[in-house]
């Protein structure tokens, strides 16, 4: 209202009243812009001094707040002002202006300095695969540094290894960074070793110019061979603890390193240090997971895979009591029902005074019959000869009952005895796997030579059958279906399998057939 009614006085009080609450309360941006409509407003009223004086200030408070742009637009302001023909600016007043340049400047460096070492540490932190971070840290070190080649090392001063190597191109391609993982111990690489040991020993940096004409490192060999202008190494600690040192040079430029690039440097690795704990960390626990996934993998198809067997084992169970049962149905029992009837059909003659020599002729070879299939049921039970002989001798007692009951030549064949007896359960599911191919053969190969072979390895024994019967046909012909495996065929293979051993049967038409079975040994 002032300013409009041409109150200069009062609204310059008013202004003054504005920028001390701003200032008292620590509104930096609205004391700003207090101060420069005051500076704004005594150039409307032509009074140039005290519009420099306020627009100056104004200047300096904007810088100090960070809005850089507008900062920069009030020193053209300014400029135009101190250029205009009147009145001329005090020395005093130019000596405010040219410090305000000179400080502006400064810190329009520091904060693109700030600016750029944010984004560096930014871009370092968030990388979470390790090679990838390896590079983004030369990629970042080598562009804040100045430098056209540099060396990552790392580890404990007594195992230091080279991780990666990073240069600039050539002429050709001078803003290309070429980076390449290595991981090859320091003594293997062509580097300043004793310089890299010295940083690593002392945790502090080294600078040097043309090292190879003066100082303490004129008689390396490395700095003799390439002689660099300019050349850094320095400590990577994180925490306090010396994680390894990074070494770069620029063989064109001399003093390039200086003490203020050192603190970017520092700010750099430290961060590179931490987020290398942090990407092997996330690392090695996605490793971990992984490992704990297949494990829990591992474990759900080891548990279907036993209750497979599980199941498997207690129908061959049932399909050995469902045989039992009928023997003893069809045969045992049907034999004694004779018998009884026999023996009735005795009696009643002998009461009557006739002779019964018949029937108990009948009676003693059906009871001879019934105690052979009886006797037959317990060793298919459990076989004697298995425990008084073990598995050879089983095998062999078994071929010899073959020829004798069904006339089949049955050879067996032991090349490498045991020196001790197998775990019992290896020992029955072997023998009734033999027992069961023995059992297939006499029903269906029409064989009329059985060969068994059983072989002791040091780590495992193989068990081969081997008959010259019809064989079959396992490849099913064009169109066909692969016809199901008999229940004695997969009850053999789940006793292999229960074992932990292999099944494999081979065969063709009139060529007969081979059963292999491999099973491995247990460790003690």
Not at 213 to 232: I, Q
Not at 253 to 277: E, G, H, W, Y
Not at 293 to 322: M, V, Y
Request: aromatic residues 6%; charged residues 25%; contains cysteine.
């Amino acid at each position: 209202m002032a300013r409009h009614e041409g109150q200069f006085h009062t609204a310059m009080a008013r202004y003054d009243q504005a920028m001390a609450n701003y200032e008292n309360n620590g509104y930096l941006l609205f004391q700003a812009l207090a101060v420069e409509l005051a500076g704004r407003y005594c150039n409307d009223q032509g009074r140039k001094n005290p519009s420099v004086d306020f627009l100056l200030e104004a200047q300096q408070l904007y810088t100090l707040w960070g809005a850089m742009d507008k900062a920069d637009r009030l020193q053209v302001e300014i400029a135009q002002i101190h250029m205009s023909p009147c009145p001329v600016l005090s020395s005093e007043q130019r000596s405010r202006l040219e410090l305000l340049q000179e400080t502006t400047s400064e810190v329009q460096r520091d904060t693109l300095d700030f600016t750029a070492l944010l984004a560096s540490t930014l871009a370092i932190s968030r990388e979470m695969d390790p090679n990838a971070l390896l590079l983004k840290i030369m990629d970042q070190i080598l562009r804040s540094a100045g430098a056209q080649l540099g060396y990552l090392i790392w580890g404990a001063p007594e195992a230091l290894r080279v991780k990666a190597r990073s240069r600039f191109g050539d002429e050709a391609d001078e803003h290309c960074l070429q980076t390449e993982l290595v991981d090859r111990p320091l003594i293997n690489m062509d580097l300043p070793a004793g310089l890299i040991h010295y940083t690593c020993r002392t945790q502090e940096p080294v600078i040097l110019n043309y090292p190879a004409e003066s100082g303490s490192y004129v008689r390396d060999a490395y700095f003799r061979k390439t002689n660099p202008a300019s050349a850094l190494c320095f400590p990577i600690l994180n925490r306090g603890v010396l994680q390894g040192a990074m070494y770069l040079e620029n063989r064109l430029t001399a003093n390039i390193f200086n003490p203020a690039k050192l603190d970017i440097l520092r700010v750099l690795c430290a961060q590179a240090a931490a987020s290398m704990d942090n990407a092997q960390l996330y690392h090695d626990t996605q490793s971990a997971n992984r490992m704990l996934e297949q494990k829990i993998r591992e474990s759900h198809l080891a548990e279907k895979h036993i209750r497979q067997l599980s199941q498997k084992l207690l129908r061959t169970q049932e399909d050995e009591r469902l045989r039992i049962s009928r023997e003893l149905h069809d045969t045992v029992a049907q034999n004694i029902l004779f018998i009884s009837m026999q023996c009735e059909a005795a009696q009643h003659k002998l009461q009557n005074g006739a002779p019964g020599d018949l029937e108990l002729d009948k009676l003693v070879r059906l009871s001879q019959e019934t105690l052979a299939t009886v006797r037959g049921l317990c060793l298919d039970l459990r076989p004697p000869s298995l425990d008084q002989l073990g598995l050879p001798g089983a095998i062999q007692q078994l071929c010899r009952t073959t020829i004798e009951q069904d006339g089949i030549y049955a050879q067996f064949r032991c090349p490498n005895p045991p020196d001790k007896r197998r775990e019992p359960e290896t020992e029955i599911n072997l023998y009734r796997i033999v027992q069961e191919a023995f059992h297939n053969i006499r029903k269906h190969a029409q064989a009329t030579r059985i060969e068994v072979t059983l072989d002791f390895q040091k780590s495992f024994l193989m068990l081969k059958i081997n008959d010259n019967g019809v064989g079959c046909q396992l490849v099913p012909a064009s169109g066909d279906t692969v016809p199901p495996k008999s229940l004695g065929l997969q009850g053999m293979e789940e006793r292999a399998n229960l074992l932990g051993g292999t099944f494999r049967l081979t065969s063709e038409p009139g060529k007969g057939t081979t059963i292999s079975v491999t099973i491995p040994f247990r460790r003690n």
